[in-house]
């Protein structure tokens, strides 16, 4: 197991090495000047100068994304003398129109994105996977094709689409819920979760309807495998053969798909944090796109592949821990 850890260990790191790269060769390479992107639309031809001393953006490329990746774990200072700016580890780049480093943009939003990521997924999950299961157990009867077109009919349904329904009808008509505002959890347990539920329904019903779908093809695969029909023939009670035999093995590509998908949404909700103001990752990366802040861009793209290639890490642990077998790939 620990040989299969080091394994994955090396590959997540290697993958994040190589996405780093072709990250900052995105941004490093493009025609337009990366001193006039970085400093914004408004900087003076002077202060783009002094962005281009500060960034070392005169040194070969090679030199510039040693010292960006050395800067990750050491940090790193930008400039010198009096207009020097000191970028403590971890350093994931210098936003010069919010004048701070992008680690503390994005640290002061994550909390945001991950409570909006966390409750979905489990609402979703919760949905999805129980209406997946009640589908394939009554395949073919009313109510699995009942499931099958609700699932079709909201996964059409845009995010967007769904935001403005739910605003509409809870907030404006109904008034059973205020607009909504982050509120930490810490502050107000309350207040934190009032404000959260129409966000978590927005996600939760598009992915509601594609776990619902995956889930119930599963399972009606693995109810056909021949070990479930031999734990029904040795008389085993129904809801034990669904439950141990079938339901576990089923729920394997769920699985996968949770990892992805989670690992996405920690770094934020764009279209939903926006939709609903909330201020998460997703929303500075919508403001940093307008601004043309680069460095925030290029610092949200790395966190989400982290979260990612993260994610799809804790999904191959747990399939080793669950089947052997997958440690010898």
């Known amino acids: 197991m620990i040989g299969y850890l080091l394994r994955r260990l090396l590959a ?25 992107q970085f400093c914004g639309k408004d900087c003076s031809a002077e202060r783009i100068e002094l962005v281009r001393q500060q960034l070392g953006l005169n040194d070969p490329l090679v ?17 010198s003398g009096p207009y020097a700016v000191r970028c403590d580890f971890p350093c994931f780049g210098y936003s010069f129109q919010s004048a701070q480093p992008v680690w503390d943009l994005m640290m002061d939003r994550l909390p945001t994105s991950a409570s ?10 919760l949905l999805g996977v129980s209406a997946g299961v009640l589908a394939a157990l009554r395949r073919g009867t009313w109510v699995d094709r009942t499931v099958m077109v609700t699932t079709i009919g909201l996964s059409a349904l845009p995010v967007y689409f ?41 996600l939760a019903v598009m992915y509601a ?35 141990k035999h079938g339901l576990r093995p089923a729920l394997t590509p769920v699985a996968t798909m949770l990892g992805m998908d989670l690992g996405g949404l920690l770094a934020g909700a764009l279209i939903t944090e926006s939709l609903f103001s909330l201020p998460g990752v997703g929303k500075l990366f919508a403001d940093s796109l307008n601004k043309a802040d680069q460095p925030v861009i290029m610092g949200i793209t790395l966190l989400a592949s982290f979260f990612i290639v993260s994610s799809n890490l804790v999904v191959d642990l747990v399939y080793a821990w669950i089947d052997p077998r997958a440690r010898l790939a």
């Open 63 to 79: 030199v510039q994304f040693g010292r960006y990746v050395v800067g990750i774990f050491a940090g790193q200072t930008l400039g």
């Open 12 to 36: 997540m790191a290697v993958t994040l090495l190589v996405i780093c790269a072709l990250t900052f060769a995105i941004f490093y390479l493009l025609p337009s000047d990366p001193a006039a």
């Open 209 to 243: 309807a594609l776990y619902a779908r995956m889930t119930r093809n599963s399972v009606i695969e693995t109810l056909a495998e021949p070990y479930v029909r031999t734990a029904r023939a040795k008389g085993l009670p129904e809801r034990r053969v669904v439950g």
């Open 116 to 125: 909006l990521a966390v409750g979905a997924a489990v609402l979703w999950l």
């Open 162 to 202: 769904i935001a403005m329904i739910l605003l509409y009808l809870v907030v404006t008509v109904t008034g059973l819920l205020p607009y909504p505002r982050y509120i930490a959890f810490g502050e107000d347990p309350g207040g934190w979760l009032a404000n959260l539920i129409m966000p978590w329904t927005t």
